[in-house]
């Protein structure tokens, strides 16, 4: 008999980047390189699990501005363009390194690679990846949940109830479009949360969420068995709390098995390191240089030097580094058990994109990973939330009834990474728009034709604004001037909407001209921004 549960979860998320004014734009390849080194390695491992008769569990959040992106017509036929120019490109690397002992076996890795994707993509999934998940979910094994729409930093926009729910509401609708049935739970923003949010959830009938370790062990009244059990908010919504030591063992850069140094090193990557003449044909269309995802060295160390990459040998590593995780769950499992009395449930949580981009081997760890708890008896089983819930929440003795406390993950914990002194001009400017889409919305609650199409892109500009992505990244630097200049974008064009709905004054070309750009949410309604619904 099994002494408790492993909930693995993985949130899968990018900001909404799509720019058909140009024919190649920098940033969309963060899309491509998640679907090439993130989206299809990890159904191809679940369905490899699937086909080898291996039982397991696992949840993915599907942001709402990330299956858009993958349902888009443009962005599909772009990918197309992108696989074929990195078929392309491991073709070249594949003749120029024949006979070389080191580099010959990666470049043939990289070139079977690529061209195993594009067969999965067109010929397996035509093109619909959202749609391949959809179908894994029907096997029982996947549990797949929504998120907010996009993706804002909730807590930051708590002034304004409408724009926490709309975020809610509009992100649950595009859920059921796609998996045609309601979202049994959320990934909050961040793990953004307030007391009281849990409320906006019950109102589209969400039953979990999930919360930093904090969140839920400075609750109120403390919990009794700490993150090791789902806390029952006031509203009656679940919240699931991050356990530490699991996570740490897969997410930290000094402890975390990604930094092994048989693992491949991201960083080093042909589209720095190399001058030759097929490197910059693939670069130039960008303009600048910029990573291929052909990289062929490991981490060796924790200097410069490098040396090459052994397929096999980051293979084995993965599958040693499987096993460790399963006997330290196991261990933890048989001290919590012992220490609670109850079947412990570990939540395990990570980015997605951890999982072949940043980490290469992610992938492969977990099919070793579930691999190794399948075909040996363990302590543990793996579990999904609504699994887990149905099992045990019958049994009164695991309830814990608790308010949680206000709470996010990342550095510190208390929303500092999206509000600092690097970033909190773009609030004035949010929260203000935020105040127009309501009076919009109460203004004009009976609007229709051109001018109800107005609004609904009015909406969209808002949301969009909202993104947590542009505050990360202007706060970390990384690619800030980017997501500076697309704030400033969106709450322009969200400006000009407004007054061009105050004043009649509206122009069907350039309505049709960002409505052709910012095309997220088609089925979008700008009334859920109507003030009515607050408390």
């Not at 991201?266 to 995802?293: M, P, S, V, W």
Request: proline share 4%; aromatic share 16%.
């Amino acid at each position: 008999m099994h002494k408790g549960y492993l909930c693995i979860v993985l949130h899968a998320h990018l900001p909404f980047i799509r720019h058909p004014e140009y024919e190649y734009f920098l940033e969309e390849n963060w899309l491509f390189e998640a679907i090439t080194e993130t989206y299809i390695p990890l159904l191809d491992v679940f369905i490899r699990l699937l086909n080898e008769g291996i039982d397991f569990r696992i949840t993915i959040s599907l942001s709402p501005t990330l299956i858009e992106m993958l349902n888009d017509r443009l962005l599909r036929n772009r990918y197309k363009r992108h696989i074929e120019n990195l078929i392309d490109l491991s073709d070249k690397e594949v003749y120029r390194t024949r006979g070389d002992i080191n580099f010959e076996p990666v470049t043939r890795m990289y070139n079977e690679r690529f061209r195993r994707i594009r067969y999965l993509f067109e010929d397996l999934y035509h093109r619909d990846i959202v749609a391949a998940f959809k179908a894994l979910e029907q096997t029982g094994k996947i549990e797949i949940i929504t998120s907010a729409a996009t993706h804002a930093f909730l807590p930051t926009l708590s002034k304004y109830p409408q724009a926490v729910r709309a975020q809610i509401k509009i992100g649950s609708a595009l859920y059921r479009k796609f998996f045609r049935k309601e979202p049994e739970g959320i990934w909050l923003p961040e793990c953004g949360y307030e007391p009281g949010f849990d409320n906006y959830l019950k109102e589209e009938d969400i039953k979990f969420f999930f919360l930093e370790t904090h969140g839920i062990t400075c609750g109120n009244p403390s919990p009794g068995f700490n993150v090791y059990a789902p806390v029952v908010c006031p509203s009656g919504v679940f919240a699931f709390g991050r356990d530490v030591e699991s996570s740490q063992q897969v997410w930290s850069s000094i402890f975390g098995y990604p930094g092994d140094f048989d693992y491949r090193d991201f960083y080093r990557d042909i589209g720095y390191d190399l001058e030759c003449g097929h490197i910059k044909a693939f670069i130039n269309q960008f303009g600048t240089k910029t990573y291929t995802g052909l990289k062929y060295y490991r981490i060796t160390g924790k200097t410069d030097h490098k040396e090459p990459y052994v397929i096999e040998q980051a293979k084995e590593k993965a599958s040693e580094h499987a096993n460790n995780f399963i006997q330290n769950r196991e261990l933890q499992i048989d001290f919590l058990s012992q220490t609670l009395k109850i079947k412990p449930v570990i939540t395990a949580t990570y980015d997605t994109e951890l999982f072949g981009h940043w980490w290469f081997e992610g992938p492969e760890w977990l099919y070793f990973l579930f691999r190794g708890i399948s075909r040996t008896r363990r302590n543990f089983k793996t579990v999904t939330p609504s699994e887990y819930l149905h099992l045990n929440t019958h049994q009164t003795e695991y309830l814990q009834a608790c308010q949680p406390s206000m709470s996010s993950w990342g550095y510190k914990g208390y929303s500092e990474v999206w509000l600092n002194e690097s970033n909190d001009y773009v609030y004035p400017h949010i929260l203000k728009a935020t105040e127009r889409m309501i009076y919009l919305a109460d203004k004009f609650f009976e609007a229709d034709n051109i001018q109800k199409r107005t609004l609904n892109q009015a909406a969209r500009e808002l949301l969009l604004s909202q993104q947590s992505d542009w505050t990360f990244m202007i706060r970390t630097g990384n690619t800030s001037e980017y997501a500076r200049k697309r704030f400033a974008e969106h709450i322009g064009r969200f400006n000009y909407l407004y007054h061009s709905i105050i004043t009649g004054n509206i122009s069907r070309e350039k309505l049709k001209e960002i409505e052709d750009i910012d095309n997220i949410f088609q089925k979008i309604d700008y009334r859920y921004f109507k003030s009515e619904n607050d408390d």
